[in-house]
Every structure is written in structure tokens, then in C-alpha cells.
């Protein structure tokens, strides 16, 4: 299984950018798909979630009402659609992939990680 992120780039305060990451494999539709960010000098934190159905999904405090995640099992690609960016939004993002039943949160959880893509929200 491999995971490939695209999608980041440099946006405006207020500005919108959708991340897109494919997984390549069988079973997508198994796995529950996550996406992280990590800033320069801080640690990966929790963005969103998504289980394998699409029926539930988890969101950070801070990102809440602006980012939705969502995927396309028949593409097997899962989606962050970010909106309302704020230039703390600034960090590369990693989508992972976890076997777990749950939406899990927890970078642990996960067995499967990409390679990130940057986003950048100048002020």
C-alpha cells in the first residue's frame, strides 16, 4: 500500500485549497483515512478523519466548520477540502491510512503514511 498526497501550495489569508491523496492498493474501502499537519518546530497533530464507509467523520477544534474531509472509494482517493484558510493553517500535511474499525485520531493507529504535501497561508 502506498499513499500519495497533492494538492498544497501557497494561498491568501481567507483563501480555500483542496488536498487530494490516492491510495494505491487493494482494499481502500477497508481502511479508515486520516489526515495530519506538522509546522515548522512543532509536533504532527491530528487534522481529520474519516472511517472506511464515509459515515463518520472527526475534526480538530481548530479546523472545525472550515476543512471537510471526504472520500471517493470508487477512486480510491480521499479528499480535504480546506477553506477559510488562517496563515497557523501553514504546515505540511500527511494523509494516512489505518486498518482499525474506528476513526481513529491517534498517529499510532495508523500503518500507513505518505510523503505530505506543503501548504503555505501568507497573512
Known amino acids: 500500500v502506498q499513499l500519495q498526497a497533492s494538492g498544497g501550495g501557497l494561498v491568501q489569508a481567507g483563501g480555500s485549497l483542496r488536498l487530494s491523496c490516492k491510495f494505491s492498493?487493494?482494499?481502500?474501502?477497508?481502511?479508515?483515512m486520516g489526515w495530519f499537519r506538522q509546522a515548522p518546530g512543532k509536533e504532527r497533530e491530528f487534522v481529520a478523519v474519516?472511517?472506511?464507509?464515509?459515515?463518520?467523520?472527526r475534526y480538530a477544534d481548530s479546523v472545525k466548520g472550515r476543512f471537510t474531509i471526504s472520500r471517493d472509494n470508487a477512486k480510491n482517493t480521499v479528499y480535504l477540502q480546506m477553506n477559510s484558510l488562517k496563515p497557523e493553517d501553514t504546515a505540511v500535511y500527511y494523509c494516512?491510512?489505518?486498518?482499525?474499525?474506528?476513526?481513529?485520531?491517534?498517529?499510532?493507529?495508523?500503518?500507513?503514511w505518505g510523503q505530505g504535501t506543503l501548504v503555505t497561508v501568507s497573512s
Open positions: 474519516i472511517s472506511w464507509s464515509g459515515g463518520s467523520t
Open positions: 492498493g487493494p482494499t481502500f474501502n477497508y481502511y479508515s
Open positions: 494516512a491510512a489505518s486498518a482499525l474499525a474506528i476513526a481513529t485520531i491517534y498517529p499510532p493507529n495508523y500503518n500507513v
